[in-house]
């Protein structure tokens, strides 16, 4: 269970102190290349998302030093000019539990699927959001089959007398909507539209992301906008 701090005070994630560096390129989904002070080393990313705007050659990222696993550092955080964008895609559950600040349930399972959280009878999928289009935040930057049969099994679950919900969370802070990503992920998309003609939640939100801390900020709108 995820406790609410005494007296019910909001609390944001905090970082430790970041190590910034030069991103040199990606070798895999999980492993990238970068440059700390003239020294190349390799860092995790906590994210299988493309990023391809973010991971560029020669962008300012932020690391995480590790403590423990193969590689010393993993990417955090990445300077973007108009925000910060944080690409740890696993922080999103708490984030949003943090949010609520209300006793949850972390990773409930139904059948063969395993969702974020729950609270009451609030069963909730958050996504981790980094791609910002124009002002547009948008979700998936890659097709996700996976999301797709989520989707599908909280519209059972809706059926059964549960109330589930779709949580984007935008780890950034520089877009004024969002929108399902059709370009990328037609499926996925059209499983989110029927999802919220059903009447089900579907809630986007803005991070407030610095160098010391990451927090949910505010709600923006959810829109449709697709391709053409």
Known sequence: MFA???????????????IPAKFLRRLNRFVGEVSV???????????????????????????????SGKYPFEVLLVDMGSSLVCVDSTI????????????????????????????DNRVVET???????????????????RGRKHIQKL?????????????????????SVFSPNYKVDKPFSEAVQEFYNRGLTVKAFL??????????????EVI????G
Request: charged share 30%; net charge negative.
């Open 37 to 67: 002070e003239g020294k190349i080393v390799f860092a995790h990313i906590r994210n299988t998302g493309r990023l391809t705007e973010l991971l560029k050659p020669g962008n300012t990222v932020f690391l995480k030093e590790k403590n």
């Open 207 to 220: 991070c407030d992301v610095s160098l010391r801390e990451i927090s949910i900020s505010r709600e923006i």
């Open 155 to 175: 519209i059972e679950l809706s059926e059964q007398g549960f109330e589930p919900q779709l949580i984007f969370v935008v780890q950034r802070e520089d877009a």
């Open 224 to 227: 449709f906008l697709k391709d």
């Open 127 to 145: 996504k981790s959001v980094n791609l910002v289009e124009d002002g547009v935040a948008l979700f998936p930057d890659a097709p996700t089959e």
């Open 4 to 18: 609410p701090p005494p007296g019910g005070a909001f609390v944001k994630m905090k970082f430790p102190e970041l």
């Open 92 to 119: 999103t559950s708490k984030l949003y539990a943090e949010f609520l600040n209300l006793p949850v349930r972390f990773e409930p399972k139904f059948g063969e699927h395993r969702f974020d959280l729950m609270y």
